[in-house]
């Protein structure tokens, strides 16, 4: 069956730098788009960066732009959310999933936080 196993989440503090990965199994791997959500504490649910199939395309949330990316490695299974200058509004529980809207596969979450 279908499994996102998600790693890399832990505490940092602001300016810091964290590597989300993703390890994906139970399907063909490379004819799916990828993503990662986040949600925080009493918020809903965020669509944070996508990466499409072939890896040559990605969008990100305009509050991350020019801080975090997404890439993929489809010879391993694996996408990946680079994060950088990191900030306490970014702490949230990461979602990787297969696809995105109303074609998305949940993996489990990784607790990010940001704080001094």
């Known amino acids: 069956q279908v499994q996102l196993v998600a790693s890399g989440g832990g505490l940092v503090q602001p300016g810091g730098s964290l590597r989300l990965s993703c390890a994906a199994s139970?399907?063909?791997?490379?004819?799916?788009?990828m993503a990662w959500y986040r949600q925080a504490p009493g918020k809903e649910r965020e669509l944070v960066a996508r990466?499409?199939?072939?890896?040559?395309?990605?969008t990100y949330t305009e509050s991350v732009k020019g801080r975090f990316t997404i890439s993929r490695d489809n010879a391993k299974n694996t996408v990946y959310l680079q994060m950088t200058s990191l900030k306490p509004e970014d702490t949230a529980v990461y979602y990787c999933?297969?696809?995105?809207?109303?074609?998305?596969?949940w993996g489990q979450g990784t607790q990010v936080t940001v704080s001094s």
């Open positions: 999933t297969r696809g995105w809207g109303s074609q998305v596969y």
């Open positions: 139970g399907f063909t791997f490379r004819n799916y788009g």
């Open positions: 990466i499409f199939n072939d890896g040559g395309s990605t």
